[in-house]
């Protein structure tokens, strides 16, 4: 069942074996309904896939991807990332007052953000660094025209820094789970022990006929590996790797699956916890902010927001008591502390993986800390929410440093 971004088709979820539609399935009329259709109805019929609001027919199958990738191996094509390439003497000192982390090392991956003038996040970049003067940067496909303009307008004009952008041109699929490293080993010859091939790190790899940017890194919180390579070695390489991964118990995951996993994860998205409205130290960033680093666009600004004080603090919530008749946080949801608005949901979905409805949510500061009760409004009734410590899934990045 597939969606689209920025025009790019990609898959939300994946039916189960004998799923159909029949002319008569087709034809309801394309609006939100109030109730649920069940992915396995007790008639017999095919399931249906009905939009609303609430969990519809796609969200016990969703859960049976997340579990595959949580107990086994998922495979996802992530070909819509924005890609750029970046390279020449002048390229390191270019990013790093761009950017506000710091740049990582040679082979290694890290994540940093443009901020606005005044502090905002403006977009958000993974950085693999290939050699001393060159970079490939990966960034949300959504955005690409806005992430294309900003980095081009900045760019020196002196011939110092070689621009491209690549994304039309490379592909991008993702094997995650316990079993990634197991499947993905038997079609290399490079050594991928957690020694040799760490967490946040990236390396050129031959897989079969075709040579990819292999990045030890995912948006779902498993071990896993994404493979950016060749457009025209896409179906090259699908095929090997599910050829490689029907012993590890390999199944394709879609994007309804990763945003739930990455939901458990207190994963921020551009456009909902991260934004050109909220300081970045309001979105919980502080780990990627380094003002010590020197000059970069927003620091001073940022600066002073903190010291005026935050007024909104990133929190991640539990709301208790939801059903499977329904819905989930999707975002803009207030969230009220004894009948006072204290705060909007940004993003939500049920975690398979700890068993409970979460949303993502700017609040008060107030209001934020671990235990702190409030009430979300889902779809007209208010259910009771309280505020846990962030990432509840796996807080300690074991699974992905495994």
Not at 54 to 61: A, C, E, K, N
């Amino acid at each position: 069942m597939f969606g689209s971004v920025y025009g790019w088709e990609r898959p939300g979820w994946f039916a189960p074996p004998g799923y159909e539609l029949s002319p008569a399935d087709k034809a309801y009329p394309d609006v939100l309904l109030r109730h649920n259709h069940p992915a396995r109805p007790a008639d017999g019929k095919p399931p249906r896939e009905r939009w609303s609001f609430r969990r519809s027919s796609y969200f016990h199958v969703v859960g049976e991807e997340c579990r595959a990738v949580h107990e086994r191996l998922g495979i996802q094509d992530m070909t819509p990332f924005a890609k750029y390439e970046v390279s020449g003497a002048g390229a390191e000192a270019w990013l790093d007052q761009l950017v506000a982390n710091r740049l990582p090392g040679v082979g290694r991956v890290g994540l940093a953000h443009l901020l606005t003038p005044l502090g905002g996040v403006r977009s958000e970049l993974t950085i693999y660094r290939e050699a001393h003067d060159r970079f490939y940067l990966v960034g949300p496909g959504s955005l690409e025209r806005h992430d294309w303009d900003q980095l081009e307008r900045a760019r020196p004009r002196d011939g110092s820094v070689e621009l491209q952008r690549v994304t039309g041109q490379i592909g991008v699929l993702v094997i995650a789970g316990p079993r990634s490293r197991e499947a993905l080993q038997t079609l290399t010859d490079d050594d991928l022990s957690n020694v040799a091939f760490p967490w946040l790190s990236g390396r050129a790899m031959s897989i079969g006929a075709a040579t990819a940017r292999v990045l030890r890194v995912n948006f779902v919180g498993e071990l896993g590996y994404e493979l950016h390579h060749p457009i025209e070695m896409q179906t090259h390489l699908f095929d090997l790797l599910m050829e490689a991964g029907r012993p590890f118990g390999i199944r394709p995951f879609g994007i309804k699956a990763m945003s739930s996993l990455a939901v458990e994860k207190s994963y921020r998205l551009i456009g909902r916890e991260l934004s050109i409205e909220y300081a970045a130290a309001e979105s919980g960033l502080q780990r990627f902010v380094r003002p010590d680093k020197g000059p970069f666009i927003g620091r001073d600004a940022l600066a002073a927001r903190e010291r005026r004080g935050l007024k909104w603090r990133f929190v991640t919530l539990e709301v208790h008591g939801v059903g499977d008749g329904d819905g989930d946080a999707r975002g803009s949801e207030p969230i009220r502390h004894q009948g006072r608005l204290v705060g909007r949901c940004t993003n939500g979905a049920y975690g398979w993986r700890v068993g409970k409805s979460l949303a993502l949510a700017m609040v008060e500061p107030a209001f934020g800390e671990p235990g702190q009760r409030l009430t979300v409004t889902l779809l007209g009734r208010p259910f009771e929410a309280t505020v846990i410590g962030e990432s509840p899934y796996d807080p300690q990045n074991a699974r992905l440093r495994s």
